[in-house]
Structures are given as structure tokens and as C-alpha cells.
């Protein structure tokens, strides 16, 4: 019988995720597998929630890895904060901001929408000024948006909500291992990320942090949460300090292992290392693309995300036959352009164990060959 | 660094799940990472349909592996076909169906529980009853009762409403790869699983089929599902036929290899053939446990589950006790009481590539030793 695990293509994941892993994350993933009740198996939840508490600025208890991808860590922010009827202010300016106002519109919240152009950043003073008019449960952005390689002001925002009874609840995907981000000094109430990015661990996890207030808030909900395999009632339960865990549902065992793997790296390393290596790789792409013509979607460098960079098409260029011969010559991934930039942006990730300078000279060197056709 | 990988203990899990892998799934999952959207991986997930396909007996197109735990799948199968005030049906007699009334009453299902003794099978004739006494929109149970050992008659319930437009939900956890299960031929519409079980791939996804008939219903309900991370309607088009591929969310993409090689080995050795293994194991539990006078819970063998046997625990054993020097002595994992059968039985599970009459001697062994003191 053909197995066709026998011949998978080493492919350059230069996209907007997955990225890479290191050796040893994917050996972490062969480890035996061991009951998700084992007393050993609770020694490494215990270390991937302090590893991700560290990694995340935070204090907060309820600091763990939900067993979904990204896509649902942002299911399970908006399942456990909001009611039938809830007011939610959404902060949108790319794909990811869309998509919370349909996810939070099936709950039944009543969303009110501020919209931007993709490509630049949320406005604070227009937030500001929405606030002060209506009064929401809760405020929700995205941090680093993949979709349009746009960092947002999450600490002016959370500096807006603060002192009140409102949350702010962040998706910070791409940005988690890769750059900093502060959730207790911002006040950030929920914040959620994929294992796939700078984690450069598979896909598989959303890690996850809940402040006190936002725990609060789900403890004193009207009615259930409409959702049992992501109810946080009981995931705390299960990831819950100690060896008094409560089965809820069986975690993904291995994929821990990959997880706890990819952190220890990110320790080893050193945390202020491993974003400086993000931060000089995004450097060296910007100076190598300017060298061919090419720009960032993102003008104002205040607001470019450095681990996803997305590049304008130059006129004449057919984004996606050039990303097709990117693949299929050099066995490189780049990302493609989203919704009303497709066509338009390609987007080079370089996170986690990819956010290398040598890894930014092999794209460009193949971009100039498939240019000088 | 402590790294707590490089001390990992190798246990024998012969519990309720997860169960060990094969050193080929091992393998599979530290192969390198592709993207979700690459056309090799695509490759790889038609594969993993055409194999599930056949595994559970259906032409049902929309048969893949959620991204989720187990747990998930019943997730998404009442979150794709509940709507408030739907009435729903459920055959209640152990853990996962109790859970069932909890996540359908949770999506504002009108749920009716009919109830029966945990370690008893449910009763045919009085779901008929029920079911010409009132009008429901889907009838929920569980096949292979994990918690208590119980198989459930899925084929006798299945005919029941195989001609009306009620819909037959059924949860196959530990069946798929260790039993026969067949969808189509029982009138199931939709049928979930776990990959920790019967089919030795860690645990992290949830396979699950839908017949044309649950589609429909999909389609044509009057409000979106509530679940964006779940929604049918989004998952079949991304892992809807060819090429054309819709980005949904980011698939857990080495879990998929895993799920794949898991597959792949049992179609190498014969799905019939893995099913007389899963048997013969049994069996020989059943001759084994008989010699040192314990029985099973389930008195009735056509009710009897082989992959998960519930083993009623003598007076006079402290069956925590016992399980903790199974795993600290011992290096086997077995399962305890779930709910009202705590403390009365210990569940050993016989699944997929543990399935094995040296393993029944290991840990006959074992418990022998430990009553012996």
C-alpha cells in the first residue's frame, strides 16, 4: 500500500501560518502517548501554563491551552462572555476583526461595528468616542492581524476600559512568541493565540489567558454557556491548580508535548532573544524587498506587525502564479491575500523557528529568479 | 532546563482512553508540516475521507475528522442540528448520554431523557413508544458507552426512524476501528468518534459523518449555527472535494499524519481482522478475570462492549487504591468508576493496538500480584 507520509515535500512555511517546528518540537510529538489524567502528564500542564503565564505578561490563573485551533480560542472568548442581547463593540480592520462580528452575532449579541481601511490601523480616538456613547460588556480587536500584517494599539484601547465594567478581549495570534504583549498592563481580559505561529509548534491549540473580571463575568452569566466542550466553568476545572483535576474532555496529549516542547525552546532561548530575532528578520525583509521595488501594505511602521509582512503585488505580477511557482520550484510557502486583498498582498510570515535572516535571503534570492522570469 | 519529555514513563494504557499508538503513528506525527491548504496535505485528507468512509460503512460525502477532541463531535453534532425549541429525544444510561441532555439543553433543545440503570442496555420498546407518542426532531444515544461497557442497540433504534424525518445521532467514541459500525445500513445520520481510542492515534480529533438527510436539516435552518468553529456548513467547504479547497480554520495538520497512519494500519492488516483481534482480546479478558473470581458489570453478552469492559471491583478492594499501583508499580493505566459507578468498578479498555492477548496476561498478572498483597 502507497503511504504517502513516505514522501512529504520539505516545504519553507513562509506563509501566515503554520510555521515550522524545530527537531525537537516534532520529535516532542512522537513521545508516548500517556492518559490525559496521569499525574506526569499534569506535571507538564502545570509547566505550559507557567511557561505561558511568563510568555504573556500575565498573572492570571486561567492561562491555558484550549483544545481547538486559534479559531476556536476566538469560539470560545466570545461563546463564554457573551448573552442574548449583550452589547459588543468590534474594532474591525481586517479578516480576523470580521469574523468576530459574525462569530459574536450567532450568539446573539447585538455588535456594533467600527471599520477601517485594511491595511491601517483601529482608531483609538473613534473607539474613545464609541465608548463614551453606548456602553458595552465588552470591546473586542486583534492585536496582530494576520490578514493585513497590521499591528493595533491594544494598550491605548485597554487603557480606554480599564477602570470600568467593560472587557477587552484580544486575538493575538500571530503575535504570541514572536513580539511582546502585556495583559496585565494593558488590561487585557481574554486573550487567545494558535500554537502554529511563532509558538512554531503544529496547529492543533489555541492558548488562552482569562483575567479575574472576566471569570467574574462568566460565573455570573444569566444562563449556561451555550457551548459544553469550550465552557471555561469547566476547563478550570480540568486545568485547575494541583493533582484535583476534573475530567472534562480528553486533552490532546501529544500535541502537549509539542506545545510544552516549543516553549521550552522559546525559555532556553531566551524570551528578549527570541524577539529581537523576530524584529532583525523583519528588518533584513524590508531592506531586501526594497532592494527589488517592492513595499508593505503597512506605510506607518508603528502599525506593522513584524512577524507577518504583507507586500504589495507589483503591477504586471499575477500574485497567485507567483506563489504557485514559489511552491512548486522552490518548495516555499508564502501567503496569498485575503478577501478584498486578494490578488493584490503576499504575505511572508517569518515566526518562530523560521524568523531566520537565511530563511528571508532564500525567498528573495527565488522571488528574483521568478522576476527575471 | 528540566526537560520533563526526556523522562516520560512508558505506560501500558489499558484504560478508557487514549490508548497507545502503533510506532508508525508515532512516526507520522513528526513528519514535517505542511500547510492546511497545500495540495499534498489535501491529498492526505481525501485519503483519511476514503478510509473513514469505509471504516464506518457509509457514502456519506461529508465524513472528516474535526478538529476537536471526541468531545467535540458531540459538540458539533447537537450545535449543527438544535435550534431552540427543537425537541430532541435521548436514550440516557451512562455518562456520555447524560452528558448529551446537558449540551442539547444548553443549545435550547426541549430534550426528553429516557432513563436506564448504567451497565443495562436501553430499551427499544419503549423509545418506540416514545417516539409514537410524540413528534422529535432527532433521537440521540450512545452505541458504545465508554463509562459503563454498554453496547447499545444503534441498528433497532436506527430502524425506528429510518423512514420519518427524525434524525438518529449516535456516539461511536471507542467503536470506530474496533467494531463494526454501519452508518448507512442502520439509518445513522450523524455519527462521531474519537482517534484515541480503537483507531491508536493520540487524542485531538473527532471523526464524524453526516448523511444527505442531517445536510438538509443543516441547510435549511432558520438561524446560523452558533458555533462558527463547528459550523458544517463552513467545515464541507473546506474539506469538500477537489482542490477548491475554502480556508475555515487552520487544521491540526500533524494530528491529521497521525490520524492517516493510524488509518492506514489497519487497513494494512484487515479491517476484519483488527475486528477479530479487538474479540479474541475480550474473550480472553472475560476467561482471564473469570479465574480469579471478578466479573463483568454487563450481564448480558449481546450488550457487551469488547473494546471497554467494566469490571465489577470484589468487596473488600479499594479500587483508587488498586488502579494507583497498577500505574505506580506496574506501569498500567486502567480505568475507574465514572459517576455513580465510582469506587464499584475499574474499567479496562482492549483498543486498537492494545488490543492484545499479552496485554490481557500483563495485566492479569499484575492485579494478581496486587490481591495477593
Chains 1, 2 share one sequence.
Not at 187 to 205: A, V
Not at 290 to 303: F, P, S
Not at 325 to 352: P, T
Not at 359 to 365: F, G, L
Request: glycine share 10%; hydrophobic share 40%; net charge negative.
Amino acid at each position: 500500500m502507497l503511504n504517502l507520509l513516505d514522501s512529504i515535500p520539505n516545504v519553507l512555511l513562509l506563509g501566515a501560518g503554520p510555521s515550522c517546528c524545530s527537531p525537537s518540537t516534532y520529535h516532542a510529538l512522537s513521545c508516548p502517548t500517556l492518559s490525559h489524567m496521569d499525574p506526569y502528564f499534569i506535571k507538564i500542564m502545570d509547566e505550559i501554563k507557567s511557561y505561558l503565564q511568563q510568555l504573556m505578561d500575565t498573572k492570571n490563573e486561567l492561562t491555558v491551552p484550549l483544545s481547538t485551533s486559534g479559531s476556536g480560542g476566538m469560539e470560545a472568548t466570545f461563546v463564554n462572555i457573551v448573552e442574548r442581547g449583550d452589547k459588543i463593540l468590534v474594532l474591525e480592520n481586517g479578516s480576523f476583526s470580521e469574523r468576530m462580528i459574525d462569530v459574536a452575532g450567532r450568539l446573539g449579541a447585538e455588535v456594533t461595528a467600527l471599520h477601517y481601511p485594511w491595511g491601517e490601523p483601529i482608531s483609538v480616538e473613534e473607539a474613545a468616542a464609541q465608548l463614551k456613547k453606548e456602553h458595552y460588556k465588552a470591546v473586542a480587536m486583534v492585536y496582530a492581524e494576520t490578514s493585513t500584517g497590521v499591528l493595533n494599539p491594544v494598550e491605548e484601547i485597554g487603557a480606554l476600559v480599564k477602570d470600568s465594567d467593560t472587557l477587552l478581549l484580544v486575538d493575538a495570534v500571530p503575535a504570541l512568541g514572536g513580539i511582546p504583549i502585556k495583559v496585565d498592563e494593558w488590561g487585557i481580559d481574554i486573550c487567545y493565540s494558535g500554537s502554529q505561529k511563532c509558538l512554531s509548534c503544529p496547529p492543533g491549540l489555541a492558548p488562552i489567558t482569562v483575567s479575574p473580571k472576566a471569570i467574574e463575568v462568566i460565573k455570573n452569566r444569566k444562563t449556561k454557556v451555550p457551548n459544553w466542550y469550550l465552557d471555561m466553568n469547566m476547563i478550570m476545572g480540568y486545568w485547575g491548580g494541583g493533582q484535583s483535576r476534573v475530567y472534562h474532555h480528553t486533552a490532546p496529549v501529544n500535541m502537549i508535548y509539542g506545545l510544552y516542547q516549543a516553549l521550552y525552546n522559546i525559555f532556553e532561548e531566551g524570551v528578549d532573544q527570541v524577539f529581537a530575532r523576530h524584529m532583525a528578520a523583519h528588518h533584513y525583509l524590508i531592506e531586501q524587498i526594497g532592494q527589488i521595488g517592492w513595499e508593505l501594505l503597512v506605510k506607518d511602521e508603528r502599525y506593522r506587525l513584524p512577524v507577518v509582512n504583507a507586500l504589495k503585488v507589483p503591477a504586471g505580477i499575477d500574485a497567485a502564479a507567483f506563489r504557485s511557482r514559489l511552491l512548486n520550484d522552490y518548495q516555499i510557502e508564502v501567503g496569498g491575500g485575503y478577501g478584498s486583498l486578494d490578488g493584490k498582498v503576499i504575505r511572508i510570515g517569518l515566526m518562530g523557528y523560521n524568523a531566520q535572516k537565511y530563511n528571508v535571503d532564500r525567498v528573495i534570492a527565488a522571488m528574483k529568479e521568478i522576476i527575471a522570469g
